[in-house]
């Protein structure tokens, strides 16, 4: 069925009673060609590219819990391109090209929100080194801008200029980036991929991945055996777990991160704004809650919770650079699972074994990558290399010693 205003019209005019489903519920069938792990953002948007853009027709996604429950619908729904390093910087730029026309080409509706993100400094040497990296995007052709006090006083007054703990000196801006409804994403991708032929396997979980004489085979699930001639994992927070069944040990480390929302407010806050000298990242919601995180949890764990300590450290954030939402009160919190990468860059790739091939690594910047994870990972796995984009994103790069380090943390994540 087509989404339009027509379409809403003529729904409403008879009770809204003939939608049909957003996609079909197929039992698996014995074999595919392709079998994608996971139905998150990234494992959907690659069903739905290999079906589009490569015209691959036996296809499916297997999913252990359902739509949307992973970190795809769990996430603080920030995207940006404002990275440094030349392999992500193309490569996050791609993926907002695609978040741009993506409502049209998939014809759903997931609120992308283009209200720019603006990256606070709070010393010149911060300053210098925004300045170092707008300039690097703007060599890209990624938009960039570096925001004065006053110019930033203008964009955001509820920020604390008098006062604040870390002096608010000004921020780079990148106005193209933004918000996007979180979980519009997987159901749009699922969508716009069923419509396509791709079978969507919710409620199987992938207990072994079969490899035979140096080629996977196969899954085997709590649904029975499903066999494959390629197999692609996307699964996110439990990527070194489901790698380790193919006998694959990753540089991976998975930890909790949480995400807020507080009531709902007035505007009060039009763009994303992040803490320069800690790490809080918010932006208000269309239905007024200010959406906001922080760090991960320091120590590794499967526990998808939120805690206690992890909200006071990221309310002290937010009360260090905007005092006044001190009064707001706190409706929901929760955490998802993200696997962190020993040099904060992901993995899209091949793996040693013939069939099989690798999507994660995503730390703090999966959701915004979805499209173009999504499209690289089609790629990869329909003509068996990477498109240039994803070229460097490999698991040999660390016994090469080609680190894409954006954050310069080494083999510490953590800190990112
Ligand atoms: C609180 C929080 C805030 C974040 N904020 C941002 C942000 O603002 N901007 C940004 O860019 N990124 C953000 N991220 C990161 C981003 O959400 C993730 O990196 C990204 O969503 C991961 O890819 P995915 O969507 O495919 O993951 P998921 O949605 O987690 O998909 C993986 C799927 O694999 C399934 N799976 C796992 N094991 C199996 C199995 N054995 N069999 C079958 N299926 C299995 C899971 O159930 C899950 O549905 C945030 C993450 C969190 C947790």
């Not at 619908?73 to 440094?84: F, H, W």
């Not at 909790?256 to 505007?267: C, D």
Request: proline residues 4%; hydrophobic residues 40%; glycine residues 14%.
């Amino acid at each position: 069925m087509h989404y339009s205003a027509l379409s809403l019209l003529w729904q409403g005019l008879k009770g809204h009673k003939g939608w049909g489903r957003m996609w079909r519920d197929p039992e698996p069938k014995s074999e595919y060609d392709i079998i994608i792990i996971g139905g998150g953002g990234h494992g959907l948007a690659t069903a739905y590219y290999l079906a589009k853009e490569h015209g691959l027709k036996n296809i499916a996604v297997v999913e252990k819990g359902y739509i949307g429950g992973g970190n795809v619908g769990r996430n603080t729904t920030i995207i940006r391109s404002n990275y440094m390093l030349s392999p992500n910087t193309h490569f996050y730029e791609k993926s907002m090209q695609l978040w741009e026309g993506l409502e049209r080409e998939f014809n759903f509706n997931a609120m992308v929100s283009q209200r720019g993100i603006i990256n606070l400094y709070h010393s010149d040497a911060q300053r210098d080194a925004f300045a170092r990296r707008g300039n690097a995007m703007r060599l890209a052709g990624i938009d960039a801008e570096l925001l004065s006090p006053e110019e930033l006083k203008e964009r955001v007054p509820i920020l604390d200029f008098d006062n604040a703990r870390f002096p608010i000196e000004g921020g780079l801006c990148q106005p193209r980036g933004g918000t996007v409804r979180h979980d519009a994403v997987p159901w749009g991708y699922a969508r716009g991929a069923d419509s396509r032929g791709v079978d969507i396997i919710q409620n199987c979980e992938v207990t072994n991945i079969r490899i035979e004489g140096g080629r996977a085979v196969g899954i085997d699930t709590n649904r029975g055996f499903i066999g494959a001639r390629k197999i692609g994992m996307a699964v996110a927070g439990h990527t070194s777990h489901i790698a380790a069944m193919a006998g694959i040990e990753l540089p991976v480390e998975s930890h909790v991160l949480q995400a807020f929302v507080s009531e709902g407010i007035k505007p009060l806050l039009d763009t994303v704004v992040t803490f320069g000298a800690g790490h809080f990242y918010v932006s208000q919601s269309d239905k007024g809650g200010l959406v906001f995180g922080g760090d991960l949890d320091g120590y590794n764990s499967y526990a998808q919770r939120g805690n206690l300590p992890m909200m006071g450290h990221v309310m002290a954030g937010g009360m260090a650079i905007m005092p006044s939402i001190g009064r707001i009160r706190m409706l929901r919190q929760w955490g998802g699972i993200m696997d962190m990468s020993f040099d904060g860059s992901p993995f899209i790739c091949k793996t040693g074994i013939d069939g099989l091939y690798l999507n994660g690594g995503w730390c703090y910047g999966g959701f915004k990558a979805t499209p173009a994870s999504g499209w690289c990972f089609a790629h990869t796995i329909a003509r068996d290399e990477p498109h240039a984009l994803n070229a460097g994103f490999t698991i040999d790069r660390f016994k090469q010693g080609r680190m894409i380090d954006e954050k310069g943390v080494g083999p510490n994540p953590w800190i990112q």
